[in-house]
């Protein structure tokens, strides 16, 4: 039995993982990723099952007599298929559906059509491209070791990504588009073994197994591409259809996977700089700090609209009374400013770089491409930022830490709305942030609701306490470190309040770090005000979310993503742009795809949240990212990993969620 089929297959209804000697309840076999065809959807299977399961109906080319046409290959070479398109120059686009197929390239690996697009303006036609990890232009893969652990594959499949798509541009080619963090993408896959030999067992299983296999002869690299079929009006190009195919597809995909001379020292660098992210986290864990950023440092970006480092940026350099060195794989000694646990505020006078700062330790969650100028920049990976979202659904949370006896004596023990405030709205989500285990908050006053942050002593006299339902963060800021052990970094340069409640002041002036937390100790002492802090912050209520009632519409569903916006689930739209870990288009159309599976296939009135998303995150674990694939045919190829704090948060904002 296979590990996949151990984890789902039990017939008992409920299925359970060792870890540990611990069992626990995972996706259940009656509601779990076993599609409509019964055999479950994970994994890779050769291609005769692929053929064995497809309805050939589609493709035959006389339905009356059941004769195939002569020119219709399925299983040949690449050659065979270049011709098969020159032949069908001037037919109707729907005759493309006869190429669907694999098709043995010379250079030894193969090329899958999967799915061809019905009519020109549909969705690009569907393929996948198996090559050999022991190829002589992949030899540095095996020559480096580049195989032997899963974050060395990771890095190189993201590293791949990004060289076929800049090959593909300007093409009729194309995959997904990378941004500037590395990670876990559906893009290209590594797996263990070669054509009929990849069964599926041999995924890589979510890159997270951590075996050493440096023969690079037992794995495969899987391009997952697209391909948009030309036509003039409704007529086949079939000339232009062969050149992509039998020219553009060649000469560009063998281009990017020549990991020779100036590109193989690339790839060794992305290995490095996604080794040393990781290291240098554990080592933030390890201390008990919040974030580490080295010196030299480039926080600063190009624009509001691009992720590129800024070519004049001012370089971090560490203070000395906040600086550390550690040591790094690839790196070696490094210097770098520490943000240590508890309540840390960031101050300075307008366009500083307050943000800016409070910008690169939110994305340090995530390693970054060498050049970025965050290479260097890790906090720890369960830190969320939370914003005001006005109109956002908040269903079933305890809100009474921050929201007390509303007027007309309505409860804020499982507060429920489908239209917040924004100090509501942002209670909620420091609350659910709570929930789904984060260890780190982020706020920044630009985007926050001000009754939420900050209750002044003039105010607090004007409008006396019994009076007023928000209990001010600044009121509840120690007390969570304190009794929950969840750190705070904010960003503050509008009240002096926090200044009694920080452990640690930094100031940005002309981007340049200072520490001031002993100014700011003087200050507060100076100009003391009566302090309102309290001793206590209560543990968030555990929710129980209800499965999904049966669909009821008739129609297709719609599981999609608009960007890193919104995720669409059938006719309702989630408005997800305040969930900041959201970086990567695939990763809010992962995020769709998971509130779908959770909704339909774990919730159970029974579980928490937090336990649906560990048996989720065990899940992607276990198949990688397609546990999301819609059948054995289907191969997700813009996913990419999100983190389960995200998926929180996208439940969390879901207006059909049902609390027992």
């Known amino acids: 039995?296979?590990?996949?089929?151990?984890?789902?297959?039990?017939?008992?209804?409920?299925?359970?993982?060792?870890?540990?000697?611990?069992?626990?309840?995972?996706?259940?076999?009656?509601?779990?990723?076993?599609?409509?065809?019964?055999?479950?959807?994970?994994?890779?299977?050769?291609?005769?099952?692929?053929?064995?399961?497809?309805?050939?109906?589609?493709?035959?080319?006389?339905?009356?007599?059941?004769?195939?046409?002569?020119?219709?290959?399925?299983?040949?070479?690449?050659?065979?298929?270049?011709?098969?398109?020159?032949?069908?120059?001037?037919?109707?686009?729907?005759?493309?559906?006869?190429?669907?197929?694999?098709?043995?390239?010379?250079?030894?690996?193969?090329?899958?059509?999967?799915?061809?697009?019905?009519?020109?303006?549909?969705?690009?036609?569907?393929?996948?491209?198996?090559?050999?990890?022991?190829l002589p232009a992949l030899a540095l893969l095996e020559d480096e070791g580049l195989l032997t652990t899963a974050d060395r594959r990771l890095a190189v499949s993201d590293f791949l990504t990004r060289e076929l798509h800049a090959c593909f541009r300007g093409t009729d080619l194309s995959i997904a588009a990378p941004g500037q963090e590395i990670l876990e993408r559906s893009s290209v896959v590594l797996r263990r073994g070669f054509g009929a030999d990849a069964g599926a067992d041999a995924v890589d299983s979510g890159m997270a197994r951590g075996e050493d296999s440096s023969a690079a002869a037992g794995w495969t690299i899987e391009v997952r591409a697209r391909i948009a079929l030309p036509a003039q009006g409704r007529s086949i190009q079939g000339q232009a259809a062969s050149r992509i195919v039998g020219r553009d597809l060649v000469r560009e995909l063998e281009t990017a996977l020549d990991l020779s001379g100036e590109r193989a020292q690339r790839l060794l660098a992305h290995v490095a700089a996604l080794e040393d992210h990781r290291a240098l986290t554990e080592v933030v864990r390890q201390q008990g700090w919040v974030a580490f950023l080295a010196d030299g440092s480039v926080l600063p970006r190009r624009s509001g609209v691009s992720d590129e480092p800024l070519a004049e940026g001012v370089p971090l350099a560490a203070p000395d009374s906040l600086a550390a060195t550690v040591e790094l794989p690839h790196a070696g000694t490094v210097r770098g400013a520490v943000v240590g646990a508890g309540v840390t505020l960031v101050v300075g006078g307008g366009y500083h770089g307050k943000s800016t700062l409070l910008g690169a330790v939110e994305r340090g969650v995530y390693p970054h491409v060498p050049g970025d100028g965050r290479e260097l920049v890790a906090t720890l990976p369960d830190a969320v930022k939370v914003r005001a979202a006005d109109g956002r659904a908040v269903t079933g949370v305890d809100l009474s830490p921050f929201i007390s006896h509303l007027p007309g004596g309505r409860d804020t023990v499982s507060f429920t709305t489908r239209n917040a405030s924004g100090s509501t709205s942002q209670a909620a989500s420091i609350v659910e942030a709570l929930e789904a285990g984060a260890g780190v908050l982020l706020l920044d006053e630009d985007t926050s609701a001000t009754n939420l942050l900050i209750r002044d002593s003039r105010m607090r006299r004007l409008v006396a306490d019994e009076r007023e339902p928000i209990t001010p963060l600044v009121d509840r800021i120690g007390a969570l470190a304190r009794s929950r052990g969840v750190s705070t970094v904010m960003v503050m340069g509008g009240s002096g309040d926090y200044l009694d409640v920080a452990d640690r002041v930094l100031l940005m002036d002309s981007y340049h770090l200072r520490d001031a937390t002993d100014q700011a100790r003087q200050v507060a002492a100076d100009q003391p005000r009566a302090l309102t802090a309290l001793e206590d912050f209560p543990?968030?209520?555990?929710?129980?979310?209800?499965?999904?009632?049966?669909?009821?519409?008739?129609?297709?569903?719609?599981?999609?993503?608009?960007?890193?916006?919104?995720?669409?689930?059938?006719?309702?739209?989630?408005?997800?742009?305040?969930?900041?870990?959201?970086?990567?288009?695939?990763?809010?159309?992962?995020?769709?795809?998971?509130?779908?599976?959770?909704?339909?296939?774990?919730?159970?009135?029974?579980?928490?949240?937090?336990?649906?998303?560990?048996?989720?995150?065990?899940?992607?674990?276990?198949?990688?990212?397609?546990?999301?694939?819609?059948?054995?045919?289907?191969?997700?190829?813009?996913?990419?990993?999100?983190?389960?704090?995200?998926?929180?948060?996208?439940?969390?904002?879901?207006?059909?969620?049902?609390?027992a």
């Open 1 to 134: 039995m296979s590990e996949r089929e151990g984890y789902r297959g039990r017939p008992s209804g409920r299925s359970e993982r060792r870890d540990g000697g611990r069992s626990r309840q995972g996706y259940r076999d009656s509601r779990g990723y076993d599609r409509r065809d019964g055999r479950g959807h994970g994994g890779y299977r050769d291609y005769r099952d692929y053929r064995d399961y497809r309805d050939y109906r589609d493709y035959r080319g006389d339905r009356q007599g059941g004769r195939r046409d002569r020119d219709e290959p399925r299983d040949g070479l690449l050659t065979d298929l270049v011709g098969h398109l020159r032949a069908l120059d001037g037919r109707s686009y729907a005759a493309y559906k006869a190429i669907v197929g694999r098709y043995e390239a010379p250079g030894g690996w193969v090329l899958h059509v999967d799915k061809v697009q019905p009519d020109p303006f549909a969705p690009p036609t569907r393929v996948h491209v198996d090559v050999p990890a022991d």
């Open 539 to 659: 543990a968030p209520t555990a929710r129980l979310p209800r499965p999904a009632p049966p669909r009821t519409r008739r129609g297709p569903s719609r599981t999609r993503a608009l960007g890193t916006r919104a995720v669409v689930l059938d006719r309702e739209e989630i408005d997800i742009s305040d969930v900041a870990g959201v970086v990567d288009p695939g990763q809010a159309e992962a995020l769709a795809y998971a509130l779908r599976a959770l909704l339909e296939q774990r919730f159970d009135g029974e579980s928490s949240l937090d336990e649906c998303l560990r048996d989720l995150e065990a899940l992607l674990d276990d198949e990688s990212l397609d546990a999301f694939a819609q059948g054995p045919w289907d191969r997700p190829a813009f996913l990419v990993r999100p983190r389960m704090v995200d998926v929180a948060a996208v439940v969390s904002r879901y207006r059909g969620l049902e609390l």
